[in-house]
């Protein structure tokens, strides 16, 4: 049977263009240095980012943790969203690898954090603290829905942390995404954090990996604490050549996921039963509740017969994240069949 996944954009496959890269890529041991498929990954990643250097990481999760370790010591602090992806999803990694306290604020509806509470819980100097080193903020923000932080945000945040001296890690995830929805370049988000990490493996289609970008002395820093991680890959260029793919040809086309997303959640809107705000949809992250009294469960169920995969955010709440491989008459296939459901009862 033929199924519509729209758990995550992360179940892409990688393209044919992809396979052949990965296919003829030239390669060497990128422990030493020398692999040229990955070396010329991480030159055109640091300079999408606008940044000095970069380094190919196997994840997110990783490229998140090796940035936090690069960032802390043992014993530091770091502040972040609670509902930030480093926090929620990442098995308690910086905590138990990197021996930092995770301190949470508030995560507003659409992934901002207020300035306010960053600077009323940076720590002062005092002999009970610990110190306060490093901030991480999320675009888009997965949990609260593909939210988008714009520029000048992001510029804000960076300018209060800085004075405030620490520093800032982005997790740009899906960066892309939200450089798309504003229509400007990338580098503009990125201009004053001073590291990110972004997935090659979620809309971009790549099959593995994820780049973290920074200074040159941060990157340095960070390549060995990968390789502590045992994250040092030897004829990594297999993989890095899908990634180049990646951002040569697939950033294009994330424009394409973001007006499949609106058509999807429109069409929710139009279904009794069924919660959406197409209006404020920011990205390809589409979030609905189900207010028919039919228990969640009992509904992934029916959707699961009839070969539709969606996430499910908790209680009524769900999520269906639009990619390459979902085409429009997917959508309005999707449609149909909730309309269907939500008819029945
Ligand atoms: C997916 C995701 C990650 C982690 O990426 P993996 O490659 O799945 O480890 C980190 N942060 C955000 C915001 C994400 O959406």
Same mark, same amino acid.
């Given at each position: 049977?033929?199924?519509?996944?729209?758990?995550? !954009?992360?179940?892409?496959?990688?393209?044919?263009?992809?396979?052949?890269?990965?296919?003829?890529?030239?390669?060497?041991?990128?422990? $030493?240095?020398?692999?040229?498929?990955?070396?010329?990954?991480?030159?055109?990643?640091?300079?999408?980012?606008?940044?000095?250097?970069?380094?190919?990481?196997?994840?997110?999760?990783?490229?998140?943790?090796?940035?936090?370790?690069?960032?802390?010591?043992?014993? !530091?602090? #770091? #502040?972040?969203?609670?509902?930030?992806?480093?926090?929620?999803?990442?098995?308690?990694?910086?905590?138990? *690898?990197?021996?930092?306290?995770?301190?949470? #604020?508030?995560?507003?509806?659409?992934?901002?954090?207020?300035?306010? !509470?960053?600077?009323?819980?940076?720590?002062?100097?005092?002999?009970? $603290?610990?110190?306060?080193?490093?901030? &991480?903020?999320?675009?888009?923000?997965?949990?609260?829905?593909?939210?988008?932080?714009?520029?000048? $945000?992001?510029?804000?945040? &960076?300018?209060?942390?800085?004075? *405030?001296?620490?520093?800032?890690?982005? !997790?740009?995830?899906?960066?892309?995404?939200?450089?798309?929805?504003?229509?400007?370049?990338?580098?503009?988000?990125?201009?004053?954090?001073?590291?990110?990490?972004?997935? *090659?493996?979620?809309?971009?289609?790549?099959?593995?990996?994820?780049? *973290? &970008?920074?200074?040159?002395?941060?990157?340095?820093?960070?390549?060995?604490?990968?390789?502590?991680?045992?994250?040092?890959?030897?004829?990594?260029?297999?993989?890095?050549?899908?990634?180049?793919?990646?951002?040569?040809?697939?950033?294009?086309?994330?424009?394409?996921?973001?007006?499949?997303?609106?058509?999807?959640?429109?069409?929710?809107?139009?279904?009794?039963?069924?919660?959406s705000d197409s209006d404020n949809l920011p990205t390809n992250i589409v979030m609905f509740s189900l207010e028919t009294g039919l228990s969640p469960s009992k509904f992934m169920d029916y959707l699961w017969e009839e070969g539709i995969r969606i996430g499910s955010r908790g209680g009524n709440l769900f999520r269906a994240v639009t990619?390459?491989?979902?085409?429009?008459?997917?959508?309005?296939?999707?449609?149909?069949?909730?309309?269907?459901? &939500?008819?029945?009862?």
């Open positions: 049977m033929k199924t519509i996944d729209l758990r995550s !954009d992360t179940v892409t496959h990688p393209t044919q263009e992809m396979r052949k890269a990965m296919f003829e890529a030239e390669v060497g041991d990128d422990v $030493y240095g020398e692999d040229p498929t990955v070396n010329r990954l991480e030159s055109i990643a640091a300079d999408k980012m606008g940044k000095e250097d970069s380094l190919f990481t196997t994840s997110g999760t990783q490229s998140n943790l090796i940035a936090v370790l690069t960032h802390t010591v043992h014993g !530091d602090e #770091i #502040i972040l969203g609670n509902s930030s992806h480093i926090f929620l999803n990442e098995v308690g990694g910086a905590a138990a *690898l990197g021996g930092v306290v995770m301190h949470t #604020i508030q995560n507003d509806r659409s992934g901002h954090l207020d300035l306010n !509470d960053i600077e009323r819980v940076v720590r002062r100097d005092n002999i009970h $603290y610990p110190k306060t080193t490093l901030l &991480c903020i999320e675009n888009t923000h997965n949990q609260c829905g593909g939210t988008i932080l714009d520029q000048v $945000y992001t510029n804000k945040v &960076c300018e209060l942390t800085h004075i *405030l001296g620490i520093k800032v890690h982005l !997790d740009g995830a899906r960066i892309f995404n939200a450089a798309t929805a504003l229509g400007i370049p990338t580098q503009l988000l990125t201009e004053n954090v001073d590291s990110v990490s972004f997935c *090659l493996s979620k809309g971009l289609s790549a099959p593995v990996g994820s780049m *973290l &970008c920074g200074s040159k002395e941060f990157i340095k820093k960070a390549r060995k604490i990968r390789k502590m991680l045992g994250g040092g890959m030897r004829q990594a260029g297999i993989i890095a050549a899908a990634g180049i793919v990646a951002l040569e040809i697939m950033v294009e086309r994330l424009v394409e996921d973001h007006k499949k997303a609106k058509r999807l959640a429109q069409g929710l809107e139009r279904i009794r039963g069924i919660n990619h390459r491989e979902i085409s429009s008459s997917d959508i309005d296939e999707v449609l149909a069949h909730f309309e269907t459901i &939500c008819r029945k009862l």
